[in-house]
């Protein structure tokens, strides 16, 4: 066995737009040849169009400078052709420089020729990417293939010891494979892989050795690395920069693109442990860019330290996509089937597609529709209908759809499982051929069985994944029962441990029935699982405002990724003035929190980061800002003053570090120094306030200011100094208030100060708007002695009044405010339209007296009617602010006026005219009504209503009645027809009505009568039909009297019990009386 070394570099692509016609042949073979017990001819063209196809078989090259790669290139013959092809290569970089083997190659119909392409990088600066573009021609057929170059700085080399081993079948061997960094420093940091290849004739294996290069350094990731662009539009990826074992610096990023229009931003970005930088690649496709695969190449550099990453850029045009359904075929021998072929456009593809088709041999096949048009948007299909000769052996054939448009051209592959007519079997077929574990874990494939020619009976499965370690196979269910015709699934489960291999294994599926076995390989790529890690974080990342001293705490989180479960050590690196302190210093099992204590004695900006370490793995969290805040105070001395005089201090207060709090401000003074209040008496932020103080006595004064925020507390001195100078002071009174029109006046004092002699000036201008002064008398006093003058002011409108007085001498003088105050009331009346009120009786409108800037004098109150009306005040007179009662009367009708007046001193107000309106009595008078208005009697009973008279107005006398029945019928009867009112009085009401009465409304008015005066009310009466139920037999007595006397005394009774209001009653005649009126 021989064992081959290929060498990687990371994250090796294959290229989309390099994989061409060739790799559908690979995939088309691979099945073809799985067969070992059937020959399988080569494909032979339905429809004869002679044509060949190149592809390279590494169609993505990484070319270490100043070193060499190749890359073979497969000729394949399609539909029989042979000649002559004619290759040429070119590099699109300079630097770059490509060679072929051969210029020439013969081409066989039906067979394959080769030329090998080679790639060298020559330095001292070549690209990091190029393209190499190979042309093939032959006649008027020309094809091209593009191969992808990565310059990569010098890596590692790979040797294997022994190169060559021998055993017997069934034994086993070892090589050392040693893996060595190369002599450059500069080998880039990332995953690497290597292929390992044993092979002895045709039998060969492969296994891959993946490698970690951590030196310090850093790597460049693209997100997304795939980037689908339509021709005229942009997109963008986001690059990220990652530091790797402790790398810290800038890196400068640039991005090349051949074809397309590639900008960074920024174009450096700032990386730590813990701490990646990130970047935006913008790309735009031209207008007019053809369709096809691109890509742009990004690259960071920091000193001597390089690395690099692609994004690759679709470009789509309009095409059509191919699909085949069914996409398997299983035919008899000597029979037929069909599949529909649909097309689909993509990108507003519109046009036609024409389909020709390839078979193999035994296999023939027809399109029904050999040219399909589509839509733009649209789909398309033409059926496919293949035969199978009845000579034709068991096996695995094919048909190759090839639909084309112009320069696309797009393939459905559709494998046609032909069986024995007479033979029954299964087919066994898995969903996938190759399975992808990461390492400790698993994955599952469904493989399906196939009854085929009426097979039926239940099929084993197994699965044999060989002796590799930790590699486990296993179905469910392991047994499954087909009918005839019919299908049945099963679920292989492979499972991998920690100690399973890296690479690619092979399971062996089997399904047996009897005699019948069939067998199929899995492909079982073993990765390795993500690394066990950790992730450091804090919170907050900013912390503060802090004061100076004080201590602030975060939290610092690991948390453990991918099952990491070692200790963590945490180490602080604070800038300078900063103490952090953890607790705790490490984390154990991989995740938990350590608090981080941060303190700074003087005010600024701090950071801190926490480190995490645990062997190898370091990450750091991001930068964590601590604000310390604070505040200075400054106080000015303010120039010597004569003592007995104000003197005034500035104190400053400036915030440091965005101070922003609130600073309350106090002083200590010595004794013999009188100080204000500050004003303001607090600052936020940074501000002034300030600190006016006098003294009697000439001296020095310091005074000690502080400024207190929280427990944050500064201080600065002041000195108040006080000299002897000749002066005078000035006061004056303020006058007690006086009534708008009076004159108020202040006396002025001026009092000589430290042997002051001379002539004082005064003066009161200018005076406030409203006020009126004479002047001050005397207006210039001479001290010594203490001297006064007079100020007199009046004022016609209510307020106060603040003037000020100035004395001065030569340079010197001094000022004093006093304040005149002038009250002033209001009247207001409230009604101001009383009644009506009837003759002999009275209203009232309240009268109230409201002070104005503090009036509280006696008003007196008079009342001023017209004539007729009398008007009484109560009480005659309020003080300051009340109200009085004016009492209105008259004694003959009309409408009157009065107004009220209020004086106090000179001051004098009227209310508002109040309007009195006076009405005499109504006339005595009286109202009629009725207890029942309506009421429904059956024809041959009787009702009754009580009729009420209500006196009005002091009303006495008879009242006579009357009752009127319309139209006649009922008859109608008041008892008593005649009342004498006092307050009131009735009258009972009673309506028989005969059995022969007719139903329906009638009217029945009772009439009141005194002299003149007549008031009516009416009832209505509906007369209904008489009840149908038989009369009940009349009781012989009651209580032992005649029924028609007992009924007599209990009506007697009930006009004597209710005194004049008759109770009315609805009683049902005895059958043996007569209606009465």
């Not at 024409?354 to 589509?374: D, E, K, Q, Y």
């Not at 029954?424 to 390492?439: A, I, K, T, W």
């Amino acid at each position: 066995m021989i064992l081959k070394e290929i060498r990687h570099s990371p994250r090796p692509r294959i290229s989309k737009a390099a994989l061409g016609l060739a790799t559908i042949f690979c995939l088309i073979l691979l099945p073809v040849f799985a067969q070992p017990s059937h020959a399988i001819l080569p494909p032979v063209s339905c429809t004869s169009v002679a044509d060949f196809a190149i592809s390279p078989d590494k169609p993505f090259l990484e070319v270490l400078v100043d070193g060499t790669n190749s890359s073979g290139l497969e000729l394949t013959s399609i539909n029989g052709f042979s000649g002559t092809i004619l290759l040429s290569a070119a590099a699109a970089s300079p630097g770059v420089t490509a060679t072929l083997s051969s210029t020439s190659v013969p081409l066989t119909a039906g067979g394959s020729a080769s030329s090998s392409l080679s790639v060298s990088v020559l330095g001292p600066s070549p690209p990091i990417f190029s393209i190499i573009t190979v042309n093939a021609t032959s006649g008027s057929l020309f094809h091209t293939a593009l191969l992808y170059v990565h310059v990569v700085k010098p890596g590692f080399s790979i040797s294997a010891d022994p190169s060559f081993l021998e055993f017997p079948p069934g034994g086993s061997g070892t090589s050392l494979i040693n893996v060595t960094s190369g002599s450059s420093p500069l080998v880039l940091p990332g995953y690497y892989s290597v292929l390992v290849i044993g092979a002895s004739g045709p039998v060969n294996d492969t296994a891959s050795v993946y490698i970690l290069v951590t030196e310090p350094g850093f790597a460049l990731e693209a997100n997304p690395m795939d980037l689908t662009i339509l021709a005229g539009f942009s997109g963008s990826s986001s690059i990220t920069v990652s530091s790797l074992k402790g790398f810290s610096g800038t890196v400068e990023l640039t991005a090349d693109s051949f074809d397309l229009v590639a900008s960074i931003s920024p174009t450096s970005v700032t990386v730590g442990p813990g701490t990646p930088g990130t970047s935006t690649l913008d790309v735009s496709v031209p207008a007019g860019t053809s369709p096809g695969s691109y890509f742009v190449g990004v690259s960071g550099s920091s000193g001597s330290v390089f690395n690099g990453t692609s994004v690759f850029v679709t470009v789509p045009g309009p095409d059509f996509n191919m699909t085949a359904n069914p996409e398997t075929l299983t035919i008899a021998a000597g029979s037929a089937g069909s599949s529909t072929i649909s097309l689909t456009s993509v990108y507003a593809f519109s046009g036609d597609v024409s389909l020709s088709l390839l078979c193999a041999s035994g296999v023939s096949a027809t399109i029904a529709s050999p040219t399909v048009h589509l839509a733009a948007g649209g789909t398309g299909s033409s059926k496919l209908d293949v035969s199978v000769s009845s000579y034709t052996p068991e096996g695995l054939y094919y048909v190759f759809v090839n639909g084309t448009s112009g320069s696309r051209t797009h393939f459905a592959f559709v494998p046609v499982s032909v069986t024995s007519v007479s033979t029954s079997d299964f087919s066994l077929v898995g969903s996938v051929s190759s399975l992808d574990v990461v390492q400790g874990s698993s994955g599952t494939a469904t493989f399906t069985l196939t009854s085929l020619n009426g097979f039926s009976g239940l099929v084993t499965l197994t699965a044999n994944a060989g002796s590799v370690a930790g590699l486990d196979a296993s179905f469910s269910p392991n047994t499954v029962l087909l009918s005839s015709g019919g299908t049945g699934t099963s679920t292989l489960t492979i499972s991998t441990t920690g100690a399973t291999p890296i690479g690619t294994h092979h399971a062996a599926v089997t399904g047996n029935s009897g005699s019948l076995s069939h067998t199929t390989f899995l492909d079982v790529s073993v990765r390795p699982g993500p690394t066990p890690d950790f992730t450091i974080s804090a919170s907050p990342t900013i912390k503060g405002p802090l004061d100076p001293g004080a201590h602030g705490t975060g939290t610092i989180s690991i948390t453990s990724l991918n099952s990491f479960i070692g200790t963590i050590d945490l180490n602080a690196a604070p800038s300078p003035g900063l103490s952090a302190i953890l607790s705790p210093t490490s984390v154990i099992g991989g995740s938990g929190t350590s608090t981080l204590d941060v303190t700074a004695p003087i005010a600024g900006t701090y950071t801190v980061t926490v480190t995490g370490t645990s062997g190898a793995l370091a990450h750091t969290t991001a930068v964590i800002t601590v604000n310390v805040v604070d505040f200075t105070i400054t106080a000015s001395s303010p120039n010597p003053v004569a003592a007995g005089q104000p003197a005034i201090s500035t104190i400053s207060l400036t915030a440091l570090n965005s101070f922003a709090g609130t600073v309350d401000f106090s002083n200590s003074s010595p004794v013999g120094l009188t100080c204000d209040p500050f004003v303001p008496l607090s600052v936020t932020g940074s501000g002034t306030t300030v600190l006016s103080c006098s003294s009697t006595t000439a001296g020095d004064y310091p005074v000690t200011v502080t400024g207190t925020s929280g427990s944050l507390a500064h201080s600065a001195t002041a000195t108040f100094s006080f000299t002897n100078v000749p002066d005078f002071s000035i006061t004056a009174s303020s006058p007690s208030l006086v009534n708008i029109g009076d004159s108020a006046s202040s006396t002025i004092t001026l009092i000589d100060l430290n042997g002051f002699a001379g002539d004082v000036a005064l003066s009161d201008t200018p005076l406030p708007t409203g006020l009126t002064c004479g002047s001050i008398a005397p207006s210039i006093v001479t001290i010594p002695p203490q001297a006064t003058a007079t100020l007199s002011c009046s004022a016609t409108t209510a307020g106060s009044y603040a003037v000020t007085i100035t004395g001065t001498s030569g340079s010197t003088s001094h000022s004093k405010t006093v304040t005149f105050n002038f009250g002033d009331f209001t009247l207001d009346a409230s009604p101001v339209s009383v009644g009506p009120i009837i003759t002999g009786s009275s209203g009232t409108s309240i009268i109230t007296v409201t002070s104005q800037d503090g009036f509280i004098g006696d008003v007196s109150l008079t009342a001023n009617p017209s004539a007729g009306l009398t008007a009484t005040l109560n009480p005659p007179s309020v003080i300051g602010s009340g109200t009085s009662t004016l009492t209105l009367s008259a004694t003959a009708a009309g409408t009157y006026t009065v107004t009220v007046s209020g004086t106090s001193g000179a001051l004098s107000h009227t209310t508002s005219v109040v309007t009195v309106t006076v009405t005499l009595p109504a006339p005595p008078d009286f109202s009629i009504s009725a207890s029942r208005p309506s009421m429904s009697i059956q024809a041959g009973d009787n009702a009754a209503s009580t009729i009420t008279f209500t006196s009005l107005n002091g009303f006495t006398g008879i009242v006579s009645t009357s009752v009127v029945v319309s139209p006649s019928g009922p008859q109608a009867s008041l008892n008593p027809t005649s009342l004498t009112l006092g307050a009131s009085g009735a009258s009972t009401l009673t309506i028989a009505v005969p059995v022969s009465t007719g139903t329906g409304p009638y009217t029945v008015t009772v009439t009141g009568t005194n002299g003149s005066t007549s008031h009516t009310t009416t009832i209505a009466v509906t007369v209904t039909s008489p009840s149908t139920t038989p009369p009940q037999q009349a009781a012989s007595n009651i209580l032992g009297l005649d029924p028609t006397l007992f009924y007599i005394l209990i009506g007697v009774l009930a006009v004597a019990v209710l005194s004049g209001a008759a109770t009315v009653m609805v009683r049902r005649k005895p059958p043996s009386l007569q209606a009465r009126a």
